[in-house]
């Protein structure tokens, strides 16, 4: 990975984007990754069941790295209740679960609801877009330890374009917090009944603009300023960033009480934008 440890998030993100094609390319071709790139390619084909997968521990391990669920792979027993879900059920597993990266597995992998029959599996074209999954992840995660505000917005840029409502990115305590810094909104909304966080969000923002490449840069632009700004990074030779700094503590000051309504959270939050 390129170092961008302690530099400001604005220069770790420009040097991670100039370098991004790269970095996937030596993951995708070092001796690690590349043997488990091509375990994956040689065996998934012959999966046709969740049983299948879960015994194979080098092709669940794949996978479930590639959905960023790696710190739930013991939990073999509710992976395959998920993965053997009838989403058209409202009780099903898969529909309970507030964390959407289980739905997104669920959908990815394409399992019947009993979990026999995988048709998905054998298409090449699945194939390659669960290895660049893969590599996404790895690219990810590798970038969050070294600049957590970096990989955030990464991720928002990767996501952008799929939000359909609030509610999904409030599912996301990644996106949730990308938001509140991007728009200027304090973090104690968070405490709030989850409807009345989705109406702040629903009057701050359009999501229609999420599908614009233009806007998308905008808000990872604010967002890495702000909270370079907010945690002190670089502040004394920015005076850009000093600007912000003041002015989102002069927000700060204004949202003193998270009691308040929500029209007073419309009116206080957002001032300096």
Do not use: C
Request: charged share 25%; hydrophobic share 40%; aromatic share 8%.
């Amino acid at each position: 990975m390129i170092p961008i440890s302690g530099l400001s998030s604005l220069v770790g993100l420009n040097l991670v984007d100039a370098t991004r094609d790269s970095q996937l390319e030596t993951i995708r071709n070092s001796a690690q990754h590349g043997r488990a790139i091509e375990y994956f390619k040689d065996n998934i084909k012959n999966v046709e069941t969740v049983d299948q997968l879960i015994d194979d521990p080098d092709l669940y391990g794949f996978v479930m790295r590639a959905f960023d669920l790696e710190d739930q792979m013991f939990g073999k027993a509710m992976i395959k209740k998920i993965l053997e879900s009838n989403i058209e059920e409202d009780d099903a597993l898969v529909n309970r679960l507030t964390d959407p990266r289980f739905r997104e597995m669920y959908n990815e992998l394409g399992f019947q609801a009993d979990g026999q029959g995988n048709i998905n599996t054998i298409l090449r074209s699945w194939q390659n877009r669960m290895v660049d999954r893969y590599v996404e992840r790895h690219f990810l995660n590798a970038t969050e330890d070294q600049n957590s505000t970096v990989a955030t917005a990464l991720e928002f840029r990767a996501k952008a374009g799929e939000i359909s409502n609030v509610y999904e990115i409030l599912a996301s305590s990644e996106m949730t917090q990308f938001f509140q810094t991007a728009l200027g909104l304090p973090s104690q909304l968070s405490g709030l009944d989850i409807d009345k966080q989705a109406a702040i969000l629903e009057s701050k923002l359009d999501l229609e603009d999420l599908s614009d490449p233009e806007y998308v840069e905008k808000m990872i632009r604010k967002y890495v300023a702000i909270s370079d700004a907010l945690s002190g990074t670089n502040t004394a030779s920015n005076g850009a960033l000093q600007m912000l700094t003041a002015n989102a503590n002069n927000a700060s000051q204004n949202i003193i009480s998270i009691t308040m309504n929500m029209d007073r959270v419309s009116y206080s939050a957002s001032r300096y934008f």
